[in-house]
Structure formats: structure tokens, C-alpha cells
């Protein structure tokens, strides 16, 4: 079993629970542990048995990451019907939770693709060193990853409140200031390849694409929307080697191997950090199928996919290419500073070139045809259900 399939069995089933989880208040373990203790006394039955009680470090362990095999169905079929009566006990909308059926159909797929032995779960790769100093907001972003516990789990947010990025003043900057000042330091990223996280990489690094990449690892919420190729965040190492082959046949085998070490590299100052920021990937069943890559990557690379959506601070939502061609045809991604000072950015992407906006009206455009294919895509716990029918076709 590979790490992205433990991954595979984490997201699965743990991101379905964490939506549930948020619709019913984000209920405490401990409340959640004497609902299932009261269930029980009453001999109230779920798929044909009485709820078990859950002990406190038994809910923890049912929504905590990393798991190593595959939750038995007794404690996860109880813990939903713990959550649904907590839920309908302070009048939330039930009818937004994942079903059990559509639960019972995620289990019992991962049981028979992953028997679950037990096996040890390797450690993320270590982060390398902060980004040099001299870009605003420091290293570190506005989300905090946090361990399951009394604060833990979020609710899905609804697109309406996913951050948006905009010109928004903030204390004491006008918005024609946080835009100057935006404006200057993508001048100066332009110019700038010593004294940054990927100097070592200058050699194989497009004009177009420094800026980007220095503002990135300043930022606090990134939201991309990917039609073609996934989002170079969310990509496996083969995943980006046989894309990179594909779309740069140009490139010397040196050249791609650099260029997927760079990209492996930007993941882990990314995502791998105390405090990563944000990420809302909108992706398109295109970019999924990827249809000229090797079906054994891209199998892998939908299951990696799986494991990252059961990230708290990720934001995995899958568009159908109809609904997304009718709003916006290509690559999108816009950055929301940690710094106030700076106003928010937007990167757009087309083969071979790349530009990074600053200017207030270009960004506000680009944000709401962000936010309109994220109101369009599917939420996050059926975008699982998507992955997952897709890996059955692979």
C-alpha cells in the first residue's frame, strides 16, 4: 500500500465526516462522545444496528489524519448518525449532510481497492527554510492547519464566503496604495532571481513566471481554477514529468527533471509548513482525465488528489467542462497578501506565457468568474464521490 493510497482512505471517508461534523455545530468530541452513549442506551439502530458508543479518542482518531487502514464501518456508520442527531437536535439543515448511502458507497469501494494492512505511514517530507526576507507578509500565511480537538474542523464554507479576491482596503491603506504597492513588488520579482526560494532553479525558470513565483509563498489564499492541467500545487512528481514532456517537447530531459524538482520544491514551501495558507482548487473533469497522459498516472494522480482534499486547509471542488467553458477558458489563480498592505493579484496562465495583474479592475473581473465556477462546481464532499468514480474507470 502506498502513501497515496492511505491518503486515498483518509480523504475518503474523513472529509465526508469533517462536512458533516460542521453542519452540526462543530460539536466537541466530548459532546459527541455522550450523544453516542445516549444512542445506544436507546437502542437506536443505524444501517441495521444499534450505535455504538464512541469514546472520546475513538471520534479523534475517525476524523484525525494520518490514518493507517481503512475505519471500521460500525464506528463510522455511528458517528454519522451521532452527527445527524446532534444536527437535527439544534435545527440545522440535515439535508446538506453526505447520506450514509453515499458514505457506505465511498467504504465500501476503499475495503475492496485497500484491504488496510497495517503498515507504518512515512512522515511528510521536511519543509526547506522560509522564503528569503524581502517580500511582504513573511512566510507564512493566513491558515492555520490544526490537530483534531475541541476548535477542530471547520464547516464547509459556502462559496459566498470563500475569499475572493478583490480590492479591499485595510486600515490605514487606500486601495490605490495596496495596488501601487502591489504593482512595485512585481516590478522588482520581475528583476529579481538572487536571494530568492528558487535561485537554484533561475537557470530553468520562464521571465514570465518569477513573479508568481515569488509572490506565491507571501500569500495567505490562493484560488485557481485549472481547465487543463491540474494545479501545479496539487501535481505528482509523474504527473508533472509526463505533462511537461507532453507540453514542452522543446525541453532536454535535464531541463524536465529540474523543472519537476523546482515544482516539488514549491510544494513543500507551500503546503508542507506550520501554516500553509488557503487553497480552493477548482478543477475541470478535463484536466482530470488528462487524456494524453499514461492512465497508471493519472490513477495515481487522482488518488493524490483524494488525499489532499482531507487537508483542512484545502478546497478541492470538480466543475464539469460545460458548466466551466461557459464562465471562463482558461487557467486562473489569485492571491490574497498576509501583508494588508498589498492589494490582492491574479496570475493567468496560456501555453508557453503567463502574467501576473495588479491592476483593481482586472482582478475584481477575475475574481467573480472565480467565484461563479466555484458556485458552479461541485462541493467538496461530492467532488470525492467524483474522484472516486473516475479511479473505478482507470
Not at 460500525?74 to 446538506?96: F, M, N, Y
Not at 491540474?230 to 505528482?236: A, E, V
Request: aromatic share 4%.
Amino acid at each position: 500500500m502506498t502513501d497515496d493510497d492511505l491518503g486515498t482512505i483518509n480523504a475518503a471517508i474523513i472529509t465526508p465526516l469533517r462536512h458533516n461534523r460542521g453542519i452540526a455545530d462543530k460539536a466537541s468530541l466530548r459532546e459527541i462522545t455522550r450523544r453516542s452513549e445516549k444512542l445506544h442506551a436507546a437502542g437506536r439502530l443505524v444501517d441495521d444496528f444499534v450505535v455504538e458508543e464512541l469514546p472520546k479518542s475513538t471520534v479523534g482518531d475517525l476524523l484525525k489524519l494520518p490514518r493507517r487502514r481503512v475505519p471500521r464501518w460500525g464506528q463510522v456508520a455511528s458517528l454519522w448518525a451521532v452527527l445527524v442527531d446532534i444536527a437535527e437536535t439544534a435545527g440545522r439543515p440535515v439535508d446538506q449532510m453526505v447520506s450514509l448511502e453515499v458514505l457506505r458507497d465511498y467504504h465500501q469501494r476503499l475495503e475492496q481497492e485497500m484491504p488496510a494492512p497495517d503498515v507504518q505511514i512515512p512522515p511528510l517530507p521536511a519543509a526547506p527554510p522560509p522564503p528569503a526576507s524581502g517580500a511582504p507578509g513573511g512566510a507564512h500565511g493566513g491558515s492555520r492547519t490544526a490537530d483534531v480537538g475541541e476548535q477542530e474542523t471547520e464547516p464547509e464554507p459556502e462559496v459566498a464566503a470563500a475569499p475572493a479576491a478583490g480590492p479591499v482596503a485595510g486600515g490605514q491603506h487606500t486601495g490605490a496604495s495596496r495596488a501601487a504597492a502591489l504593482e512595485q513588488l512585481i516590478r522588482t520579482a520581475k528583476h529579481t532571481t538572487q536571494d530568492v526560494w528558487w535561485s537554484a532553479f533561475a537557470d530553468v525558470v520562464s521571465d514570465w513566471f518569477r513573479p508568481y513565483l515569488s509572490l506565491e509563498p507571501v500569500s495567505a489564499q490562493i484560488n485557481t481554477y485549472a481547465p487543463y492541467r491540474l494545479p501545479g500545487l496539487l501535481q505528482t512528481a509523474d504527473y508533472a514529468h509526463h505533462a511537461l514532456a507532453v507540453d514542452r517537447p522543446d525541453l532536454e530531459p535535464g531541463e524536465r527533471k529540474r523543472l519537476v524538482d523546482l515544482r516539488t520544491l514549491r510544494q513543500q514551501v507551500m503546503l508542507h509548513r506550520d501554516q500553509p495558507p488557503g487553497l480552493w482548487a477548482v478543477i475541470s473533469i478535463r484536466a482530470l482525465l488528462a487524456e494524453d497522459l499514461p492512465r497508471a498516472v493519472v490513477r495515481e494522480q487522482i488518488k493524490h488528489l483524494i488525499a489532499m482534499a482531507a487537508h483542512p486547509h484545502v478546497n478541492l471542488r470538480i466543475i464539469d467542462d460545460q458548466a466551466a467553458d461557459r464562465i471562463h477558458s482558461g487557467a486562473v489563480t489569485l492571491l490574497r497578501f498576509a501583508d494588508p498592505g498589498y492589494a490582492d493579484a491574479a496570475y493567468v496562465e496560456h501555453p508557453g506565457w503567463g502574467h501576473c495583474h495588479h491592476d483593481p479592475e482586472v482582478v475584481a473581473g477575475l475574481s467573480a468568474q472565480f467565484s461563479r465556477l466555484a458556485r458552479q462546481a461541485h462541493k467538496s464532499a461530492e467532488s470525492i464521490r467524483v474522484l472516486l468514480d473516475i479511479l473505478d474507470q482507470l
